[in-house]
């Protein structure tokens, strides 16, 4: 403040106005002297402003990859920084001071120029873009400021509206006013996003919103207070400035907005002063992410030209992305008038050097230097865009009428004329929007591998069907085997009766045979008696006669018989060829017809006995014809016998006839024997494929198991690995984590005390160390591979799993591992550790991977569906380990931080769980169970506050209140700290108010609010005591 005061001699002195801008001012004053001197420097200057009057090329601006900038219009003057002037109306405190004083300032809103007035006689006057008198309306302020920059970033520029002014100028009022009561009140950040949201469409455009507020140079999330000190990372191409630690928001409607307006304004930092009653202690930025899609043609110059330049033919998409900052700075003050003192002493210093940093970059912008001090400040580097860089950008200046203030309203003048000197070079932005052709082809990717899944599916059906079928097939394969087994047997039974059938026939054939020959033979013996018979009728002349006939008759019969004979050896020798015909198609009986011939060859034997006998019989017979009448007996029996013969021969055709038959049974026998051996191939070549398909899955089997003993020696050469993990993995089981801190909520507000205490921790040798370790790690897991050590959780060494879980521990404390230790399954490794093992030490360091993978909302939920929480309900309460404990609070802590996931916390036991370890009596273990309240009590308030819930606490279930109420005054300051936290936010909600009553609440209340070390705490208690009805009335009665 004190360095602006001292330049504003000088900068009235040179008066550095541009000769042709709307902006330039001209003073005018009774002094001659000065008169004369201004339009010598108006002269020089113009000489000089062609130099300002086009910027060069080497404008800052942002330009990605994948845009495609262009001018704004062609107007030369379209990219200056617009300031328009607003007056702020008389107060109560400026009535009574200035009662016998004039304004200081005069507005002449037609000819757009404000009188500054030294004293009655000497005035300076000045010329702005805008005029705006005390009583202009929030509409007018907001449609002549505003709503061009708004439709401008509609259209695909980026935009900037700013505030400026002393404190208590109605900077805020004009800017971030909500309106709930009037609508007419509304500033500019709602009425913008009004616009806004009008002229979008949700289907093919997104608006997002972040605020954030520069407070002591640290910016804060107003939106999720816990982040502070974000960094502002700079892209080296293009000079984007970004803030990836950022809340960003998606606006759903108005309403939404309104209620994120009303969550940061409640955590915006304000406090009294005697300049102002709320005065803002930090700048506030709402920054206004649009991103539309090209749809329509436009026929105006600015698409006729971006048309020529777009690429025809690949369908790309084409967006529009740009932003809007609507930026509330804090009002400059002097301490002397202001009363600042203590920590408002030192927000003050804070407020105004950024401001003197803002003017110095003003000031260089306006002169053309070479260099403009952008880095000295946050806030620069913020604005960077905003002035001199490639937005369109409008600012507002708030002034007093008040006398009292001269040199302040002098001071905020100055800056805005200089400010008006400043030329940005405006540029669209246009993108092709690959996200959408990115997403579109993912939608396409995801329902090809979906329809891959149905196809692979249907085949692992269509191959469980062939199995299935295989399966049938194989048992009725061996059905039929034994249904054919069964069945040769039964044909081989039938063919050895056939043949034995048969060989009693051949028998019958060969007697019939033998016969035949028999009787040949005894034709002829009998011719040979014939002979002698004749000889002997010679010799008998009595019965010469009688044989004469005789032998006539015995020679007619006899003719008969050969002739017989004759037909009897024809068919003999057919039945002869049918044997033949019949041995041909038995030839597979060769060995047993070999046997029948044996028997034949007996047979033969006995007919030739039979012979010898009947040769006898006919040397009797030769005998008896000695004797006529026993010569003639002997003939009729000869004849006799002949009959007889004839009878048998006729009945020896009879069986030629079953011969044939069963010459027809063979043959059929034969033809059912060849379907048999056809049948049986076609057994042997399905055995043989079978045999086959046998082979290659005992070929499938061998590679299998040469998998396997690849793998058990790659499982050895892991547990080697291991012996080096032991000598790289930290001793010290809490190693791994001073990574993170539990309570980041407070590192930005630590005193400068604790911050040189972390300071000197962070250079400590032994974080230096484990900074060591983790990269050793680390180059372990990449050589060695995560999945690799996840497997070795599953060990049944103990040594092996403690040292794996030291490993997975150490890397679950760096983000950029947590995805991946899920994703290969770490998270369900160490959650069985918890469930399944009785090592301590094992419990303890699973217990502190997975309080640093619940630090992770998306690991959050997976812990939870999981059953996370009950595991480590499980493990506080089988382990008196403070070490332990800590880490097990410390998880469940995190996980309170979760709004979505209280209620099935709090149904699985981990309320009951964090009050139980208090057992242990550690400060540690209290303070994280502390903390783990205080992140449950704030998730619960936060949604009374946006009206997501309702009702009393759940913490007031478990007996949580009681214990915060009991604790209120321990010693350690960080369990205080949280407990302190954790019963203001219960007292937002007024449904806890009775109980709070009841247990004394209320007075632990009053001591925070009179004695807590941390004045945000005390103002927060204040607040409850006052806003919630029940605790005030209770505050009065006491």
């Not at 015995?554 to 002739?563: Q, R, T």
């Amino acid at each position: 403040m004190a360095s602006r005061s001292s330049n504003r001699p000088e900068r009235q002195a040179h008066h550095h106005v541009p000769h042709p801008p709307p902006g330039s001012s001209s003073s005018s004053s009774s002094s001659s002297s000065s008169s004369s001197s201004r339009s010598a420097l108006a002269h020089a200057q113009t000489h000089h402003n062609p130099v300002r009057g086009k910027p060069t090329s080497s404008s800052r601006r942002s330009v990605t990859p994948t845009s495609r900038t262009h001018s704004f219009d062609t107007d030369e003057d379209s990219g200056r920084v617009r300031v328009a002037v607003r007056l702020r109306p008389r107060n109560a405190e400026d009535l009574v001071s200035d009662a016998d004083f004039s304004d200081c300032v005069e507005l002449q809103p037609e000819l757009k120029r404000l009188k500054l007035r030294k004293n009655n006689w000497s005035s300076e006057s000045y010329r702005f873009d805008e005029l705006f008198t005390e009583t202009a309306s929030q509409k007018r302020v907001y449609e002549v400021v505003a709503k061009p920059v708004v439709e401008s970033v509609l259209n695909g520029y980026n935009g900037t509206v700013m505030a400026y002014g002393q404190t208590g100028t109605g900077k805020t009022y004009t800017v971030g006013r909500l309106g709930k009561d009037d609508p007419s009140e509304r500033g500019i950040m709602v009425r913008a996003l009004e616009d806004i949201i009008a002229n979008t469409s949700p289907a093919s455009d997104s608006v997002e919103v972040s605020y954030l507020q520069l407070y002591m140079e640290s910016i804060q999330d107003l939106l999720a207070p816990e982040k502070t000190n974000i960094p502002i990372n700079e892209d080296p191409k293009t000079g984007e400035v970004s803030l990836p630690g950022a809340t960003i928001v998606k606006i759903q409607n108005l309403d939404h907005f309104l209620q994120l307006l009303q969550v940061g304004e409640a955590n915006r930092h304000a406090a009294n002063t005697k300049m102002n009653t709320e005065s803002s202690r930090s700048h506030a930025i709402l920054t206004v992410y649009i991103r539309r899609s090209v749809h329509e043609k436009v026929n105006d110059e600015i698409n006729s030209r971006e048309k020529g330049n777009r690429i025809d033919g690949n369908n790309i998409p084409i967006v529009r992305k740009s932003k809007l900052l609507i930026v509330d700075l804090a009002g400059s003050e002097r301490i002397d008038k202001s009363g600042s003192e203590g920590p408002l002493l030192e927000e003050a210093k804070f407020i105004n050097l950024s401001l003197s940093s803002l003017g110095k970059c003003i000031n260089a912008l306006a002169e053309n230097s070479p260099h403009i001090p952008t880095r000295d400040s946050k806030l620069t580097r913020l604005l960077r865009d905003s002035f001199g860089g490639s937005a369109r950008t409008s600012l507002i200046i708030t002034i007093g009428p008040s006398a009292r203030h001269h040199t302040e309203t002098a001071s905020t003048i100055m800056f805005g004329q200089r400010a008006m000197k400043i030329v940005n070079m405006v540029k669209l932005k246009e993108e092709f929007d690959y996200e959408s052709l990115c997403r579109k082809l993912e939608n396409q990717v995801d329902h090809l591998t979906a329809e891959i899944e149905r196809q692979q599916k249907l085949r692992e059906d269509d191959k469980y069907e062939l199995e299935k079928r295989l399966r049938e097939n194989q048992d009725s394969l061996s059905e039929e085997k034994k249904v054919l087994v069964t069945r040769s047997e039964f044909l081989e039974e039938e063919n050895n009766r056939l043949e034995s059938e048969m060989k009693s026939i051949l028998n019958e054939l060969n007697y019939r045979k033998d016969l035949s020959n028999l009787m040949h033979d005894k034709v002829a013996h009998l011719e040979t008696c014939l002979q002698n018979s004749k000889q002997h009728q010679l010799e008998n002349s009595t019965y010469q006669q009688v044989l004469a006939d005789t032998t006539q008759m015995y020679e007619k019969k006899i003719a008969k018989l050969i002739k017989q004979i004759d037909d009897e050896r024809a068919s003999s020798e057919s039945a002869q060829e049918q044997l033949d015909l019949i041995k041909k198609l038995l030839s597979e009986h060769q060995m047993s017809i070999q046997k029948h011939q044996t028997e034949n060859s007996r047979y033969q034997k006995a007919l030739a006995d039979t012979t010898q006998m009947y040769e006898k019989k006919i040397a009797e017979l030769v005998k008896q014809l000695q004797d006529e009448h026993a010569r003639f007996e002997g003939a009729e029996q000869q004849l006799d016998l002949a009959k007889r013969l004839l009878s048998d021969h006729q009945n020896s055709i009879q069986g030629e006839k079953e011969i044939d038959e069963l010459g027809l049974r063979l043959q059929e026998m034969y033809q059912l024997h060849e379907n048999t051996l056809n049948e049986l191939q076609s057994l042997k070549s399905e055995n043989e494929d079978l045999l086959e398909e046998k082979a290659k899955l005992n070929e499938e089997f061998q590679s299998v198991r040469q998998r396997l003993l690849v793998e058990e020696k790659q499982r050895k050469s892991i547990e080697n690995e291991l012996v080096k993990l032991k000598r790289a993995a930290p001793d010290n089981e809490n190693a791994f984590e001073d990574k993170k801190s539990y309570m980041k909520e407070d590192t930005s507000k630590q005193s400068p005390e604790v911050g040189n205490r972390t300071g000197s921790y962070r250079s400590n040798p032994l974080r230096e160390t484990f900074s060591g370790q983790r990269a050793t790690i680390a180059k372990i897991c990449e050589e060695v591979g995560l999945q690799k050590i996840l497997q070795l959780l599953a060990s049944e060494d103990s040594e092996i799993q403690i040292h794996a879980v030291k490993v997975v521990a150490n890397l679950a404390a760096e983000d950029i591992n947590q995805k991946r230790i899920v994703e290969e399954g770490g998270l369900d490794a160490l959650l069985m550790l918890l469930r399944s093992s009785e090592n301590t030490t094992i419990l303890r360091v699973a217990s502190g991977a997975v309080a640093n993978l619940a630090m992770n909302e998306t690991n959050q939920g997976l812990i939870m569906d999981k059953g996370g929480v009950q595991l480590l309900a499980k493990t506080a309460s089988k382990t008196d380990d403070p070490q332990t404990l800590r880490m097990v609070a410390g998880a469940l802590a995190n996980l309170c931080g979760n709004e979505k996931l209280l209620m099935v916390l709090k149904d699985d036991g981990g309320i009951k769980a964090l009050l139980g370890m208090v057992r242990s009596g550690s400060s540690d273990v209290i303070a994280q169970v502390a903390r783990g309240l205080a992140n449950f009590a704030k998730c619960e308030s936060r949604g009374i506050i946006q009206g997501r819930r309702m009702g009393c606490s759940l913490l007031i279930d478990d007996g949580a209140l009681a214990w915060l109420i009991a604790n209120s005054n321990t010693t350690s300051s960080s369990t205080r700290r949280h407990i302190e936290l954790a019963l203001c936010h219960l007292a937002q909600n007024e449904d806890n108010a009775k109980d709070l009553i009841s247990g004394g609440g209320v007075k632990v209340l009053i001591q925070i609010s009179e004695e807590s070390s941390r004045e945000d705490i005390r103002n927060l208690a204040k607040r409850m005591l006052r806003l919630n009805p029940s605790l005030k009335a209770k505050m009065h009665e006491q």
